[in-house]
């Protein structure tokens, strides 16, 4: 199994951004969360600045758009050129809609799930999306402790993917450090966001233990 590791930029220094997605340079992806003060109590960056991180990131972007209305917002992000744009269902007024948009228009398409929304209403759509994002934590602040009870809904879409023979990504957010990527490669999570436990170090070496963490522990299926 792949395993990816993407650093959150938000437990990055903001004022020098540029250098900071040099520090991550052996990570799969870096995750950029976009977040409005309105779908989530906290405001961090938007679409120009966003644009501007694409120029200057030798890496992917794994855009998390924790915002109101997706549907009229999320198309810009993937139209900038990044590589994959999550959007939440809870906020989403046409899910598959938005998610055939923004494969139409060249990235890959994200659904990311709440702590406390069921993954149930998502499993006849696995095709339609590109990955699958657990929150293992409240969206909205960084530093948050990892939520274990979200590991039963991680491994329902585990099995629902395998199962499919899709390929989906299964995304988690939120406290994942060395000891909770275990519980959640286990859980069938295959992409991790990480941003403390790797901004807070040598982020080269903190990704590379975070590599071996979860590869030293694949998904038990069943």
């Given at each position: 199994?792949?395993?990816r590791i993407?650093?959150?930029?938000?437990?990055?220094?903001?004022?020098n951004?540029?250098s900071?997605?040099?520090?991550?340079?052996?990570a799969?992806?870096?995750?950029?969360?976009?977040?409005?003060?309105?779908?989530?109590?906290?405001?961090?960056?938007?679409?120009?600045?966003?644009e501007?991180?694409?120029?200057?990131?030798?890496?992917?972007?794994?855009?998390?758009?924790?915002?109101?209305?997706?549907?009229?917002?999320?198309?810009?992000?993937?139209?900038?050129?990044?590589?994959?744009v999550?959007?939440?269902?809870?906020?989403?007024?046409?899910?598959?809609?938005?998610?055939?948009?923004?494969?139409?228009?060249?990235?890959?398409a994200?659904?990311a799930?709440?702590?406390?929304?069921?993954?149930?209403?998502?499993?006849?759509?696995?095709?339609?999306?590109?990955?699958?994002?657990?929150?293992?934590?409240e969206?909205?602040?960084?530093?948050?402790?990892?939520?274990?009870?979200?590991?039963?809904?991680?491994?329902?879409?585990?099995?629902?993917?395998?199962?499919?023979?899709?390929?989906?990504?299964l995304?988690?957010?939120?406290?994942?450090?060395?000891?909770?990527?275990?519980q959640?490669?286990?859980?069938?999570?295959?992409?991790?966001?990480a941003?403390?436990?790797?901004?807070?170090?040598?982020?080269?070496?903190?990704?590379?233990?975070?590599?071996?963490?979860?590869?030293?522990h694949?998904?038990?299926?069943?």
């Amino acid at each position: 199994m792949v395993t990816r590791i993407n650093p959150s930029i938000l437990a990055a220094d903001f004022a020098n951004l540029e250098s900071e997605f040099g520090r991550i340079s052996s990570a799969d992806l870096a995750h950029v969360d976009v977040m409005d003060n309105h779908f989530v109590p906290n405001l961090t960056l938007g679409l120009p600045i966003v644009e501007r991180l694409l120029q200057v990131s030798a890496i992917p972007l794994d855009i998390h758009l924790m915002i109101e209305d997706p549907d009229r917002w999320a198309p810009a992000y993937a139209e900038a050129g990044a590589y994959s744009v999550t959007f939440h269902a809870e906020a989403a007024a046409d899910a598959v809609g938005l998610a055939r948009r923004l494969r139409q228009i060249g990235a890959r398409a994200g659904i990311a799930l709440k702590p406390g929304t069921p993954v149930e209403p998502y499993l006849e759509l696995l095709a339609e999306f590109d990955q699958v994002l657990v929150m293992t934590v409240e969206p909205g602040f960084g530093g948050q402790s990892f939520l274990a009870s979200t590991m039963p809904k991680l491994s329902v879409l585990a099995d629902a993917v395998r199962a499919s023979g899709l390929d989906v990504w299964l995304q988690v957010d939120g406290g994942i450090t060395e000891d909770t990527i275990v519980q959640a490669a286990e859980a069938g999570a295959d992409t991790f966001v990480a941003g403390s436990s790797v901004f807070n170090g040598n982020p080269a070496d903190r990704i590379a233990a975070l590599r071996a963490a979860a590869e030293a522990h694949p998904h038990r299926h069943g």
